[in-house]
């Protein structure tokens, strides 16, 4: 299958890209290489997946530009729609920056789709849907119409006009909510790559609230074998619409978290406590049985290996000799 990945040079998007070129697929990644982080660490992550294959071609390119989403869509059976503007704290600076490259830049990415008639899409959504709900596990049936972030309400409000475009143009869409991925590569502003760094460092690391919050952390590896298994459900013969929790089903506490990283660094975690931030969640915590059953989604890396794997990653990193 040849299957675009916006976002290809992110994160999760780079690691997608890899799986999905080992498993046979060509590839096409489009990303604008936004500055949201190290523009180096995005460059990094796309000479990775070139050395995965010649099964990838990438397209410099915002996902609001019609032209290149033309370009981008040549041959495509599968769209996996990973770029956006991610992070809590930061929508609340930038809402307007949020609302339009994750809202509108769906919209536009939707209609390239209509017009070439590509009608199988991916689309990665986020448990901060939930909001600040206590009834845990997080259900995919539970209600989520109290989002307490810019980016949590535009993750919201991406499934619902994919559900637009499933029920004008009979597009079949997965929304897949991915909770806390962790693992190489992740995001800098993340707290399990900061708080190694700051620790690594010797530096303090900002604590927010009691150390009581928690995040149901998933492994990039088995978010990634969700994101392929929902790239074959969109494969349906009927057009369909699913939203999917991609969790660990395991939520661990942030002073917990701290230990861990602690320990796998080695060296004691030095906190400067600060109040529970604006837009923050208690806890999140995914019912993953829907998964199970229909993409035989099934996440197999503890927070103590993942945080072990984490750690190794950013050693070698560190020592210069990181292949990541
Ligand atoms: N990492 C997580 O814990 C997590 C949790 C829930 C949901 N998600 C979602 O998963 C997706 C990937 O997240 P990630 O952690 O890999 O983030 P990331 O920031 O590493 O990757 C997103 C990529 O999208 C690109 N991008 C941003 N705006 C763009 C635009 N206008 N045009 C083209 N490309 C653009 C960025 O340059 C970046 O490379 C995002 O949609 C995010 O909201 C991530």
Same mark, same amino acid.
């Not at 980016?151 to 637009?164: N, P």
């Given at each position: 299958m040849h299957i675009l990945v916006t976002g290809a040079a992110g994160f999760i998007g780079s690691h997608l890209s890899q799986r999905l070129i080992a498993e046979g697929h060509c590839v096409t990644g489009l990303d604008n290489?936004?500055? /949201?982080?190290s523009v180096a660490l995005k460059r990094r992550n796309l000479a990775e997946i070139a050395l995965s294959g010649d099964q990838f071609r990438f397209i410099e390119a915002d996902l609001r530009d019609d032209h290149a989403l033309d370009e981008a869509l040549?041959?495509?059976? %599968?769209v996996v729609h990973l770029a956006a503007m991610a992070g809590v704290r930061p929508s609340i600076e930038r809402p307007l920056a949020y609302v339009d490259v994750n809202l509108a830049g769906t919209v536009h990415l939707l209609e390239a789709m209509r017009r070439h008639d590509v009608r199988r899409l991916v689309f990665a959504s986020s448990s !901060? %849907?939930?909001?600040?709900?206590?009834?845990?596990? /997080? !259900?995919?049936?539970?209600?989520?119409? +109290?989002?307490?972030?810019p980016y949590a309400a535009s993750k919201k409000a991406g499934e619902l006009i994919c559900h637009t475009w499933h029920h004008l143009y009979g597009l079949t869409v997965a929304c897949l909510r991915f909770f806390t991925v962790y693992g190489p590569?992740? +995001?800098?502003?993340l707290a399990i790559a900061k708080f190694t760094a700051l620790i690594d460092h010797g530096d303090e690391i900002p604590f927010?609230?009691?150390?009581?919050? !928690?995040r149901d952390y998933t492994f990039v590896d088995d978010t990634v074998a969700g994101v392929s298994s929902a790239v074959g459900w969109t494969g349906a013969e009927t057009p369909q619409y699913a939203i999917f929790n991609l969790g660990n089903s395991s939520p661990v506490p942030l002073s917990h978290l701290v230990e861990l990283i602690s320990r796998a660094v080695d060296k004691p975690a030095i906190l400067k406590h600060f109040p529970v931030q604006p837009g923050d969640v208690e806890t999140t915590y995914a019912d993953t049985r829907k998964a199970a059953a229909a993409l035989a989604y099934a996440p197999k890396i503890s927070i103590e290996e993942g945080i072990s794997r984490y750690v190794s990653w950013y050693r070698a990193l560190e020592a210069g000799t990181g292949r990541t």
């Amino acid at each position: 299958m040849h299957i675009l990945v916006t976002g290809a040079a992110g994160f999760i998007g780079s690691h997608l890209s890899q799986r999905l070129i080992a498993e046979g697929h060509c590839v096409t990644g489009l990303d604008n290489l936004d500055p /949201f982080y190290s523009v180096a660490l995005k460059r990094r992550n796309l000479a990775e997946i070139a050395l995965s294959g010649d099964q990838f071609r990438f397209i410099e390119a915002d996902l609001r530009d019609d032209h290149a989403l033309d370009e981008a869509l040549q041959g495509v059976d %599968v769209v996996v729609h990973l770029a956006a503007m991610a992070g809590v704290r930061p929508s609340i600076e930038r809402p307007l920056a949020y609302v339009d490259v994750n809202l509108a830049g769906t919209v536009h990415l939707l209609e390239a789709m209509r017009r070439h008639d590509v009608r199988r899409l991916v689309f990665a959504s986020s448990s !901060s %849907v939930y909001g600040d709900q206590r009834k845990v596990p /997080f !259900s995919e049936d539970d209600s989520v119409d +109290r989002p307490i972030s810019p980016y949590a309400a535009s993750k919201k409000a991406g499934e619902l006009i994919c559900h637009t475009w499933h029920h004008l143009y009979g597009l079949t869409v997965a929304c897949l909510r991915f909770f806390t991925v962790y693992g190489p590569r992740q +995001r800098p502003d993340l707290a399990i790559a900061k708080f190694t760094a700051l620790i690594d460092h010797g530096d303090e690391i900002p604590f927010f609230g009691d150390g009581t919050t !928690s995040r149901d952390y998933t492994f990039v590896d088995d978010t990634v074998a969700g994101v392929s298994s929902a790239v074959g459900w969109t494969g349906a013969e009927t057009p369909q619409y699913a939203i999917f929790n991609l969790g660990n089903s395991s939520p661990v506490p942030l002073s917990h978290l701290v230990e861990l990283i602690s320990r796998a660094v080695d060296k004691p975690a030095i906190l400067k406590h600060f109040p529970v931030q604006p837009g923050d969640v208690e806890t999140t915590y995914a019912d993953t049985r829907k998964a199970a059953a229909a993409l035989a989604y099934a996440p197999k890396i503890s927070i103590e290996e993942g945080i072990s794997r984490y750690v190794s990653w950013y050693r070698a990193l560190e020592a210069g000799t990181g292949r990541t």
